[in-house]
């Protein structure tokens, strides 16, 4: 009879209340403020459906097995068939110990009784949760389906990169390869804030996932975070999905306090240098070369963004460029999307810790512009021709977010300048740079 | 007289023209509004003047170095 007159409304308690309106408003500000609504939307709707409870779209199950080591008898039970339990609630009393619940969820069967002899490993009840653990359990929802073979094994993510490859223009970066620095000191702002992470109590593992949200990369900070720190994936991911949105807010102060008017007015030459087809096709070969060799953890993102990239310039492979450029991102992301979206309820997300995991993602966004607008500073130290230090900004990734805001700053500081492909050159390093840097991490721990 | 001549910076499209030729503009006016990779940027006058050549048309696909405007001042 489990679940035969159960509504959602005995299950609901104020945070799935609070959870509904953070879905909501991301809704709103998807549709209403058009804030990468590609993005907010689902992900919006991922959470409204999460946290209207018994819904099973994101449950999994797990065997709560005789953990004693000793063949032992059963003195009592302490839960039924449906029970709501916290982590470490007692679920049976054993002659030698207690066996406790791991995770919150509800029990979904009690496989022995009162004075019943259990052996070692045996499985005496079964659970469900919504939790992300790093237990042994198994997808029983929809999207916990999804969401186990499509992120957990790390094959959304990559797939997402090889279509952002066929969508980048490597051409300005290749034109100007001055802005690969740019592109790697912004990458400061993870190390940074993976240090901060560090200093607030996040284990190594956690802290590498936080500290990647610094690298403005959707799929990269959920690879990283899939592989070292899964419980925290629905609040890293939508902390790098939000300030990526918000790129035009956090970076204008940032480069402001940091440049003076003058430099902002420093003028660059819209012309950069053709690049040649044969060099466009070169490119993502040579480089996937190089960068899987010296980080080879990086090898699924890196190589996926370069054959995605090669589709694109080759010439002869149209039709899987055009695929990758439009259905295919779009059907990833619907997955992507709403199955971060379906990570974040009530329980997981209103902890202290995720309030924390998002001050370090601003404090990352943070110091990456801030790295990548010196670096720019420091290059005019010994540049004839100068650049515009907000260049440097762009380095952050976020394609093309930052990359436009650096536009729309120079244009505002002299109409004549138009930096928007001065920008991509440091933008499209940027992401390069925040994949290296995952590969990096995962080299690191894991 | 001061000659101000506006190039195309990028390749893209021209979405809307807002001025004509002979009008006067003041700095920081949006001329046009040129579409390229996906966004819709203005391009500005640099100085206050008057225009004295316009050579795009709305729906125009235009290269970099192309003349937009040219601007006395």
């Not at chain 1, 901060?196 to 936080?210: H, K, R, T, V, Y």
Request: net charge negative; charged share 15%.
């Amino acid at each position: 009879m489990f679940g035969l007159f159960e509504t959602g409304f005995q299950a609901f308690w104020w945070g799935n209340a609070l959870m509904l309106l953070i879905g909501g408003a991301l809704i709103y500000l998807g549709i209403t403020k058009k804030m990468e609504p590609l993005l907010l939307v689902p992900i919006g709707f991922g959470i409204l459906l999460i946290n209207l409870p018994l819904g099973g779209l994101m449950d999994y199950e797990l065997q709560i097995t005789n953990t004693t080591g000793v063949s032992t008898k059963v003195i009592s039970l302490e839960v039924d068939e449906g029970d709501r339990i916290g982590d470490n609630d007692v679920i049976l009393t054993l002659d030698s110990g207690e066996i406790l619940a791991p995770v919150y969820g509800r029990v979904k069967e009690v496989r022995v009784s009162s004075g019943e002899e259990v052996k070692p490993g045996e499985v005496v009840a079964v659970m469900i949760t919504t939790a992300q653990t790093p237990l042994p359990t198994k997808p029983v929802g929809l999207l916990s389906r999804i969401f186990a073979f499509g992120i957990m094994w790390q094959v959304i993510p990559p797939l997402i990169f090889l279509c952002l490859g066929a969508l980048t223009d490597f051409g300005p970066m290749i034109a100007n390869p001055r802005t690969l620095l740019l592109g790697a000191a912004a990458q400061f702002g993870v190390y940074f804030a993976f240090f901060m992470a560090l200093l607030c109590g996040f284990n190594m593992a956690e802290a590498c996932s936080i500290g990647i949200i610094g690298g403005a990369e959707g799929p990269t900070t959920i690879y990283v975070t899939s592989l070292l720190a899964p419980q925290i994936i629905g609040s890293t991911a939508v902390a790098c999905y939000t300030y990526m949105a918000l790129v035009p807010i956090i970076q204008p102060p940032i480069i402001n306090l940091l440049t003076t008017k003058k430099e902002r007015a420093i003028y660059m030459k819209p012309q950069l240098r053709e690049v040649s087809s044969t060099e466009k096709i070169v490119f993502p070969i040579v480089a996937s070369v190089i960068v899987i060799l010296f980080v080879p953890m990086s090898a699924p993102l890196i190589g996926m963004m370069m054959v995605g990239n090669l589709f694109t310039t080759c010439g002869v492979t149209d039709r899987l460029s055009k695929t990758a450029q439009t259905a295919f991102i779009d059907i990833l992301t619907i997955f992507l999307t709403l199955c971060i979206g379906a990570t974040l309820t009530a329980a997981n997300f209103l902890q202290p810790r995720t309030l924390l995991v998002f001050l370090l993602g601003v404090v990352a966004f943070g110091t990456a512009t801030a790295a990548g607008v010196l670096m720019a500073k420091l290059m005019n130290l010994f540049l004839k021709e100068k650049i515009n230090p907000m260049i440097g900004a762009a380095g952050v990734s976020a394609v093309p977010m930052s990359a436009r805001v650096v536009q729309v700053m120079g244009q505002k500081a002299n109409p004549r300048n138009f930096l928007l492909m001065h920008a991509m050159g440091p933008n499209v390093a940027g992401a390069i740079g925040a994949a290296i840097a995952g590969g990096i991490f995962l080299g690191m721990v894991g | 007289m001061a000659q101000e001549v506006i190039e195309v910076p990028i390749t893209g499209k021209i979405i809307s023209v807002n001025f004509k030729s002979g009008d006067a503009v003041k700095e920081g006016d949006i001329l046009c509004l040129l579409e390229s990779m996906k966004m819709e940027n203005p391009i500005l006058a640099p100085v206050d003047g008057t225009i004295t050549q316009l050579e795009i048309a709305t729906e125009q696909v235009v290269k970099p170095g192309e003349i937009i405007a040219i601007i006395d001042y």
